[in-house]
Structure formats: C-alpha cells, structure tokens
C-alpha cells in the first residue's frame, strides 16, 4: 500500500541553525516525490520535487530508494520558512495519478 | 483565471443538511484532483478527474459523497445528509502536463 510518513508533528530550531524534516514512504513501484509548503494564510504550493533535483528557497532533498527516505534539508534556517511541510508520493503514469500526503510537519524557526 | 479558484470559503451545515462545494481549475487543466483535509492531518485523497471521467474515486468516505465534472472544467463535490465527522477543509487541486498539484484555497465545512 502507498504511504507516506512524517514522524515529527513540529520541529523547532533557531535561525540559522540547520534543519532536516523528515519523510519516509512506502511504495511497490517508482514514485515520484514531493514536497508541498503552506505558509501561514496562503494555499499549499509545491517547494520542490526529486525529479527536479533543484534546490529552492536553499532546500533540497535526496531521494534514497534503499531507505525508502525524502528528507527535506536546509543548511541554514531561517524566520520566513516557518510553515507546514508536507511530504507527497505519487505513482505517476504507470502507478496511478493520484498524489498522497503526509500528516506534515510544522517548522517553527526561532530568532 | 489566476489559480484555482473555490467556494464557498467557509460553509456552516446543520447535521442531516446537504452542501455543495464548487471548484474552477485552472484554464486548460486537464486533471482535478479533490482533498479532505481534517485538522491536524494531511490532505487525504476522495477522487480525481481526467476531463470529464471520474478515474478514481477510492478516497470518497461514503456513498453521501458525489463528484462530477460535467464538462470537464467546473467540478462541484456534494455532500449528502452531512454528519459531525464530515467537518474538514475540502482542497481541490488541478494538473496540468507536469506532476505539479495547484491548490485553491480550499472550502473550510463545518457541520454543527
């Protein structure tokens, strides 16, 4: 079954320090992963995708078949990413269109 | 339009009433997908559009859930005889060519 797990509800770290968030999923096939952000009152938008390998915003995340793991990283972190993160797997084409969440994890980043 | 578009942003419901949320995709998307979101949780799948088809439609909690997307633009999800447990955010997302998902602001439902 498809499942996507985020371990921490909230994650607090101060400004400048670094900050990993956490993601695991289960998957039979080759998903694609996702990260979605939503910022305080605002809608829930992409951040980044593994496909991409890009880094946004100063945030990547290495996709590791083995750990079956997505964790989104930022060297250093500050007051503007405090949001709700959401971690997302979908199957693509060959494994179904519809994307999965995670409960996400709330980034609170102290001055 | 800009984006994705949904209304109304907050619905109150008496237990037993039926409600219908609608959602304008984004111009030329060919997928809408709808989300339940409860608090505390991440957005849960209820069913997904191509066009005018409903694909898939695992997600929907109860046969008191409809969707339909007649012309394969506006979509409208309704809500029968509504229950306490039916309280969430209802998000609709739309797809165009790539895997990237546009979400409205989503229709927040309460049921008293």
């Known amino acids: 079954a498809q499942r996507v797990t985020q371990p921490e509800k909230l994650l607090s770290v101060f400004k400048g320090a670094p900050v990993e968030l956490k993601c695991n999923y289960s998957?039979?096939?080759?998903?694609?992963l996702f990260w979605y952000v939503q910022y305080s009152r605002q809608r829930l938008q992409l951040l980044l995708r593994?496909?991409s390998r890009e880094s946004i915003k100063g945030f990547t995340a290495d996709l590791n078949k083995g750990e079956t793991s997505f964790h989104l990283k930022k060297p250093f972190a500050q007051e503007e990413d405090s949001a709700m993160y959401y971690c997302a797997l979908s199957g693509g084409n060959t494994g179904g269109f519809k994307t999965i969440f995670g409960a996400g994890t709330r980034l609170f980043v102290k001055a | 339009g800009a984006g994705v578009s949904q209304s109304p942003r907050y619905k109150v419901a008496k237990r037993g009433q039926d409600v219908a949320l609608r959602c304008d995709p984004i111009s030329g998307h060919v997928s809408l997908f709808w989300y339940q979101q409860a608090l505390g949780q991440g957005p849960e799948f209820l069913t997904y559009?191509?066009?005018?088809?409903?694909?898939?439609k695992s997600g929907l909690p109860s046969d008191r859930f409809f969707a339909e997307r007649p012309e394969g633009s506006v979509s409208t999800l309704k809500i029968q005889r509504t229950q306490q447990e039916d309280s969430a955010v209802y998000l609709c997302a739309s797809q165009g060519l790539s895997e990237k998902l546009f979400f409205g602001s989503g229709t927040q439902l309460s049921v008293l």
């Open positions: 593994h496909i």
């Open positions: 559009f191509q066009n005018e088809a409903q694909l898939d």
């Open positions: 998957y039979s096939g080759s998903p694609e």
